[in-house]
């Protein structure tokens, strides 16, 4: 049984590896796809791999994918090869719902201000600050990491409302609202938070007529995928006070341009894809994948955390 890592991870978490199945042959990469033909199961980030590859990786059986979303992956090409696909969902929770509420907090209570005050040199009390505590946030997508950042916002007296295809109650959501109905709860959102993958169906779903219901001074965050929004209809929602900030950690092209208008932008915060990162991230991986690798050595062939091909996560 080969294994192939096309990343590195740390000498420890490789030791560990080795250590519980010395029966695998596991090689730790750095992109390096020449042992691809002969690996049974590939363990990637997913942006490296192509069509190519996976057509060259001819005993190749199971994929693990280090990431939740698996958009940028040759989706067809892993169907017709029926090759087992699964991601790591569940293990971003922690840090990015951390990440939203670093962001919000420092939002209201004015730390950009404070530290540029501190630069500055002045002693200005005029913060202009504000809470939580009463607000209400609307979380597009309320699965493993929108359900987190629900339980930490009603920790702050915040009220939430999970928005679904369904309508189905999730944890820490006070109310629920289908994705069909969001019209109805964005006037209500003092925040509207979204964590949903790239699909077919999330694709542009937020349009002109979204951010003209949603109050003059909403913020806006955008944690899931970059194409949940055109960038003109969001540059247009911000210029013309449609809404008043956004905190944006994806975008509809990466690494953002350099010229893109966000980056001149006063009610606009860049964060570039880093939302998920942690020391942790490897570990909390590998913590997904040993289980699994366990059962598929005991010849059961469906690991947890199965992605959907058709769906797209």
Not at 187 to 213: G, R, W, Y
Request: aromatic share 8%; hydrophobic share 40%.
């Amino acid at each position: 049984m080969e294994v192939l890592f096309t990343f590195t991870p740390r000498e420890v978490h490789q030791q560990k590896l080795i250590t519980e199945f010395p029966e695998v042959n596991f090689h730790f990469t750095n992109k390096d796809k020449t042992r691809l033909p002969s690996a049974d199961i590939l363990v990637t980030y997913g942006e490296d791999i192509s069509s190519e590859d996976i057509n060259s990786a001819n005993k190749l059986k199971w994929i693990m994918v280090a990431s939740a979303g698996v958009e940028k992956m040759p989706l067809e090409t892993m169907k017709e090869r029926n090759i087992v696909v699964s991601n790591v969902k569940g293990i971003h929770k922690t840090p990015m719902a951390e990440s939203v509420m670093a962001h919000l907090l420092a939002l209201k209570r004015s730390l950009p201000y404070l530290y540029e005050s501190q630069r500055n040199n002045e002693w200005n009390r005029k913060t202009g600050s504000s809470e939580l505590f009463g607000s209400t946030a609307l979380i597009i997508g309320p699965g493993a990491i929108g359900s987190e950042i629900g339980r930490l916002l009603q920790a702050f007296g915040v009220q939430t409302i999970g928005c679904n295809r369904s309508g189905d109650a999730a944890d820490y959501m006070n109310d629920m609202v289908t994705i069909a109905d969001v019209l109805t709860a964005l006037p209500k959102a003092d925040i509207v938070i979204s964590v949903v993958p790239s699909t077919k169906e999330t694709k542009h779903m937020l349009k002109k007529e979204h951010f003209d219901a949603m109050k003059n001074d909403a913020i806006f965050m955008n944690f899931g995928r970059g194409d949940l929004v055109e960038d003109k209809i969001l540059v247009d929602a911000l210029q013309n006070g449609a809404i008043g900030f956004a905190v944006l950690d994806v975008f509809e092209q990466e690494p953002l341009p350099l010229d893109h208008p966000y980056w001149k932008m006063k009610n606009v915060v860049i964060s570039p894809h880093v939302s998920s990162h942690s020391e942790k991230y490897v570990e909390r991986t590998l913590e997904v994948f040993a289980p699994n690798l366990r059962k598929w050595l005991a010849q059961d062939a469906n690991p947890t955390n199965l992605v959907n091909l058709e769906k797209g996560y």
